[in-house]
């Protein structure tokens, strides 16, 4: 985005405007300490090489309906890469119409938390592809219906082999999630305003962002939400301090333990990452929170004790705000066409 020139008047007035940050430098340093800009490529990932034929190939897989049951929804239909790589819907809606139990988590910067999933039941991106897949809410699929028809198409096949080069049977399951894996680790969102701020520029942000980033820090936020994408690193309990309504907080909902069958873990969730949050309404696992300003505040009771004023959670929203980055521009690949070997899709 580029900015435009100031008038006299309107410099005079954020002269005026500005407060209280002689030393920019000191609160960049602070924020150092906390985060870490989105680097511009994709990084490196554990056990699986990134080329260009396997991201080729993940790209159709995540836009490709057929990969479901019903042949409606694909992995683009709930982290769609035109609306910050969620659905905007509180739940998300699957085989049959029905609804999912959680809000769907952003694809965008993905690739950077310590794992997947509200709950992190997934250890990474190729792990966590194959779980909507098989989901009866979701795709509602078998592997072995998936790998049918893979096969039913020509150009598939063809597109596996170059990206699995030298297997025999490249058309497996686990090598379409590794292909979706290197695809989605692409969908990264660098140059955010906060980044360029950390990066050196002091007119990346605004008065009143610098206030909601110093206050981000200091009231604790940061504490949860830290590194490279905000978040997405440590799991913490909802409701640390004061446990929210049941509205936001579903009681049926108990977090981790339905993955780690451990006391400690009832209504522990990962922390939400941060990045692009401007973008990705409703908010919280159960997706019943749609304004950025009331989130704030949810969390400023819940997790830290502190009924913030509504200054602090303008100036908190308005610096979430400078956490939106560049999104990646992603074309539409045309898909294979089916034959008459391609599985039909079952009744909805």
Same mark, same amino acid.
């Given at each position: 985005?580029?900015?435009? %020139?100031?008038? +006299?008047?309107?410099?005079?007035? !954020?002269?005026?405007? *500005? #407060? =209280?940050?002689?030393?920019?430098? &000191?609160? $960049? %340093?602070?924020? +150092?300490?906390?985060?870490?800009? !989105?680097?511009?490529? *994709? #990084? =490196?990932?554990?056990?699986?090489? &990134?080329? $260009?034929?396997?991201?080729?190939?993940?790209?159709?897989?995540?836009?490709?309906?057929?990969?479901?049951?019903?042949?409606?929804?694909?992995?683009?239909?709930?982290?769609?890469?035109?609306?910050?790589?969620?659905?905007?819907?509180?739940?998300?809606?699957?085989?049959?119409?029905?609804?999912?139990?959680?809000?769907?988590?952003?694809?965008?910067?993905?690739?950077?938390?310590?794992?997947?999933?509200?709950?992190?039941?997934?250890?990474?991106?190729?792990?966590?592809?194959?779980?909507?897949?098989?989901?009866?809410?979701?795709?509602?699929?078998?592997?072995?219906?998936?790998?049918?028809?893979?096969?039913?198409?020509?150009?598939?096949?063809?597109?596996?082999?170059?990206?699995?080069?030298?297997?025999?049977?490249?058309?497996?399951?686990?090598?379409?999630?590794?292909?979706?894996?290197?695809?989605?680790?692409?969908?990264?969102?660098?140059?955010?305003?906060?980044?360029?701020?950390?990066?050196?520029?002091?007119?990346?942000?605004?008065?009143?962002?610098?206030?909601?980033?110093?206050?981000?820090?200091?009231?604790?936020?940061?504490?949860?939400?830290?590194?490279?994408?905000?978040?997405?690193?440590?799991?913490?309990?909802?409701?640390?301090?004061?446990?929210?309504?049941?509205?936001?907080?579903?009681?049926?909902?108990?977090?981790?333990?339905?993955?780690?069958?451990?006391?400690?873990?009832?209504?522990?969730?990962?922390?939400?990452?941060?990045?692009?949050?401007?973008?990705?309404?409703?908010?919280?696992?159960?997706?019943?929170?749609?304004?950025?300003?009331?989130?704030?505040?949810?969390?400023?009771?819940?997790?830290?004790?502190?009924?913030?004023?509504?200054?602090?959670?303008?100036?908190?929203?308005?610096?979430?705000?400078?956490?939106?980055?560049?999104?990646?521009?992603?074309?539409?690949?045309?898909?294979?066409?089916?034959?008459?070997?391609?599985?039909?899709?079952?009744?909805?």
């Amino acid at each position: 985005m580029h900015r435009t %020139a100031l008038t +006299a008047t309107a410099a005079v007035a !954020v002269l005026l405007a *500005a #407060p =209280a940050f002689a030393d920019d430098a &000191a609160l $960049r %340093a602070d924020a +150092a300490s906390y985060f870490e800009p !989105v680097p511009m490529n *994709a #990084p =490196a990932l554990n056990g699986n090489v &990134a080329t $260009r034929s396997r991201i080729d190939l993940g790209a159709m897989l995540f836009f490709d309906p057929r990969m479901s049951r019903s042949g409606i929804f694909s992995c683009n239909s709930c982290h769609n890469v035109g609306m910050g790589g969620v659905d905007g819907l509180e739940v998300s809606i699957g085989h049959g119409w029905q609804k999912g139990p959680r809000n769907s988590p952003t694809v965008f910067n993905a690739v950077f938390n310590i794992a997947q999933f509200w709950d992190g039941r997934a250890p990474d991106l190729a792990e966590q592809a194959k779980g909507p897949v098989q989901a009866g809410v979701e795709m509602n699929n078998t592997p072995d219906r998936v790998v049918a028809t893979l096969n039913s198409m020509p150009d598939y096949v063809e597109a596996f082999k170059a990206a699995f080069p030298g297997e025999v049977d490249p058309v497996t399951f686990d090598n379409f999630a590794l292909a979706i894996e290197a695809f989605e680790a692409t969908l990264i969102t660098p140059n955010a305003r906060f980044d360029q701020f950390l990066q050196g520029d002091d007119n990346a942000l605004t008065a009143q962002e610098k206030r909601g980033l110093q206050a981000f820090m200091e009231e604790g936020c940061a504490s949860c939400h830290a590194g490279v994408n905000f978040g997405g690193q440590e799991y913490y309990p909802f409701g640390l301090i004061e446990k929210p309504g049941a509205e936001i907080l579903p009681a049926g909902d108990r977090g981790r333990f339905a993955v780690t069958e451990t006391v400690d873990d009832e209504y522990v969730f990962r922390a939400a990452p941060l990045r692009n949050i401007a973008l990705t309404a409703p908010y919280f696992h159960s997706g019943n929170v749609w304004k950025l300003e009331d989130a704030v505040a949810v969390m400023g009771v819940s997790q830290l004790g502190a009924d913030l004023s509504d200054a602090q959670i303008a100036d908190i929203t308005a610096f979430l705000h400078t956490l939106t980055g560049e999104i990646p521009e992603v074309e539409h690949p045309v898909l294979p066409a089916r034959t008459s070997a391609t599985p039909l899709p079952d009744d909805m």
